[in-house]
């Protein structure tokens, strides 16, 4: 199997993410086409359900219950045990029964079909398991795999679970999801638990919260869904409702100003069916089909901080939002399968030339769709191989298919 060195990189800059999504397809205030729908060219075997990013790295659950990743694996994020990244997907060990996936920085989790939670990758605040340990006796990497350093990560290397981990105590989970550091699980009963970083009051019990152990996040409704990203946590409730809390709310991405370490319920949200976060602003998409956002993400040159949930009109006639977390680009998803992308400092628009897409998910500074098909397609960063194949730079504008190989022994 074809292995990717992994070279020393700075921050993705703003004219590379240009030419990722803002180069324009279409002329302004045209009518998108839907596009063209076709079968998959992937076997049965290995059609893609869902996808999931990190920093540099990259996840798909099957529709067998597996999961297979690519890109960095320094620590461990691929799930393989070996330590060596590739720019070829790798089946991630032990899973075969895979019902949600998602990824944060250097992490994985999964939900089991039996209600469990399985984690892997960097645990240097215990967001894979409730406690720091620290396992490098049990996890070498190839020295020779390695050249240069990740700057920007402050995972500790002798911190790491190479391989999917039972998570203790994690039982009947409805849904999954991984910040910066932290992790939150909501249950069937309706109850929210968090484990992890507790810096900034991630773990929603409260300032006093003890750091990496199971916390209970203090929601006084029934909530069926949870979202984090960067340093706080958003969960929805069976009546719509929407509680967030965590982080410093420099943008007043909890709905409100001043920090919160208790969730606080977000005043004018009553009918969410959806959430959308992205590290400083936070949106909810409504019954009636409109979305409501509140926060900003300042270092893309937009408006002041939304304090209360306002509908944003860029939102209009969108199913999904998908936002890179280090970088000024955006890209949304049309009813049609459409993607387009936009740059709010550039003023850039542009229609990406994919065929018909039911998901988007964007990582640090790379983004990956998933056809209605089951393909996949991702584009932007590739340091690390995490785009699925080798290029000769270290990113890719046009989006391009990730090939998922049949092992042998696999049904085709």
């Known amino acids: 199997m074809k292995r990717m060195r992994i070279a020393r990189v700075g921050p993705l800059v703003a004219g590379l993410l240009i030419q990722s999504c803002g180069r324009p397809q279409v002329s302004p205030g045209a009518s998108l086409a839907a ?3 076709v079968a998959s060219s992937q076997p049965a075997a290995r ?4 996808l999931a990013l990190g920093d540099r790295h990259s996840c798909a659950r099957l529709a067998t219950g597996q999961v297979m990743c690519w890109g960095d694996n320094r620590y461990g994020q691929l799930g393989d045990g070996t330590g060596r990244p590739s720019s070829i997907p790798v089946l991630a060990r032990g899973i075969e029964d895979a019902v949600q996936l998602s990824s944060s920085q250097n992490t994985n989790c999964v939900r089991r079909a039996t209600g469990a939670v399985l984690c892997w990758g960097s645990n240097d605040r215990g967001q894979v398991i409730p406690e720091r340990t620290r396992t490098a006796n049990a996890f070498k990497l190839d020295p020779a795999s ?8 402050t995972a500790d290397p002798f911190n790491v679970r190479p391989m999917p981990t039972l998570v203790p105590a994690t039982t009947q989970t409805a849904s999954i999801t991984l910040g910066l550091g932290h992790t939150c699980a909501a249950r069937s009963d309706g109850s929210v638990w968090c484990w992890g970083d507790n810096s900034v009051g991630q773990l929603g ?8 152990q199971l916390q209970r996040a203090a929601i006084s409704d029934e909530v069926v869904d949870v979202r984090a990203a960067g340093l706080y946590s958003c969960a929805r409730t069976q ?19 001043g920090s919160s370490s208790a969730p606080t319920r977000v005043a004018g949200v009553s009918a969410s069916i959806d959430l959308s976060l992205d590290p400083s602003r936070a949106c909810s998409r409504q019954r009636d089909g409109h979305w409501l956002c509140w926060g900003t993400s300042a270092r893309c040159a937009e408006a002041a901080p939304l304090q209360r949930p306002t509908e944003d009109p860029r939102l209009r006639d969108v199913t999904q939002v998908a936002v890179a977390y280090n970088a000024c680009f955006r890209c949304y998803l049309r009813p049609s399968g459409a993607v387009e992308c ?23 500074e790379h983004a990956c769709a998933l056809a209605r098909a089951g393909d996949v397609f991702c584009w932007g960063n590739n340091a690390a191989g995490q785009l699925g194949r080798d290029t000769p730079q270290d990113f890719d504008a046009t989006p391009k298919q990730v090939t998922f190989e049949v092992q042998p022994g696999e049904a085709k």
């Open 35 to 37: 596009p063209r729908a």
């Open 47 to 50: 059609r893609v359900v869902e």
């Open 146 to 153: 390695i050249t240069g350093s990740d700057e920007r990560s």
């Open 205 to 212: 019990g409260g300032a006093s919260a003890e750091p990496f």
């Open 239 to 257: 009546r719509g409702a929407v509680w967030c809390w965590g982080g410093y709310n420099e943008s007043e991405q909890l709905g409100h100003a």
């Open 342 to 364: 936009s740059f709010t400092e550039q003023g850039h628009d542009g229609v990406l030339p994919l065929p018909a897409i039911e998901r988007l998910v964007a990582g640090t």
